[in-house]
């Protein structure tokens, strides 16, 4: 079974600082990693994905993939209210494509 | 475009009754998705289809469960007899291909209540 471990919260940061949300998951063998974002009662949206060891930004996102540890991170700089939010993290393991996603961190962000 | 539409968007039912999901992915996509999300559980693939045949349906629950995709456009998941275990928000995703390359797209959901 492949398992994945978030925080679930709340993280709370005030207005124009750093959120760092962060998950661990056990199957050395997952390859592609996402994050996704959840408003209060909508669908999860794909904020971004990565693949390779180190990081990779996307405005104001930073993903962080450490292979090794087995952990995988998001960093939202600069957060605003907006942000606020339900964050999933999910992994891509086997030959058929299946997403498993972590219970999810809820991020608050105070004016 | 329209998006990943989904009906109902909630639904009221008792247990024991048969209850029908619909989807309608995205115009184009070849791959569609069925999950369950529930607080207790999170998020749960339940079944995926590419280009409208079955890929893997390890996460249907149990038999009470069946999905259908009988063309491109239109997917049903169906739970027959209904439980109030199966409370949950069920929510229907497109993509064009398959991870990673291709992002999936979540329809607005389908809570569902089994009293």
């Known amino acids: 079974q492949k398992e994945v471990e978030q925080n679930s919260g709340p993280l709370s940061v005030p207005e124009g600082a750093i959120a760092s949300l962060n998950c661990t998951y056990s199957d050395r063998g997952s390859q592609s990693f996402f994050w996704y974002r959840q408003y209060s009662g909508k669908s999860p949206e794909l904020i971004m994905f990565i693949y390779s060891n180190g990081d990779k930004e996307d405005g104001r996102f930073t993903a962080q993939l450490n292979k090794a540890s087995q952990y995988v991170s998001l960093l939202i700089r600069d957060s605003q209210p907006s942000d606020s939010a339900t964050y999933l993290c999910a992994l891509l393991w086997g030959s058929n494509y299946k997403l498993t996603f972590g219970k999810g961190t809820l991020l608050t962000v105070n004016p | 475009d329209a998006g990943v539409i989904q009906s109902p968007r909630h639904e009221v039912t008792e247990m024991g009754q048969e209850v029908t999901l619909r989807c309608k992915p995205i115009?184009?996509?070849?791959?569609l998705f069925w999950y369950r999300q529930t607080m207790m559980r999170g998020l749960e693939l339940l079944i995926y289809f590419n280009n409208n045949v079955p890929i893997d349906d390890s996460g249907m629950p149990e038999d009470r469960f069946s999905a259908k995709m009988p063309n491109a456009s239109f997917s049903t998941l169906k739970i027959q007899p209904s439980e109030p275990r199966d409370s949950a928000v069920y929510f229907c995703?497109?993509?064009?291909?398959?991870?990673?390359?291709?992002?999936?797209?979540f329809g607005p959901g389908t809570r569902l209540t089994v009293l």
């Open positions: 995703a497109s993509s064009l291909g398959l991870p990673p390359t291709d992002t999936q797209y």
């Open positions: 115009s184009g996509h070849n791959s």
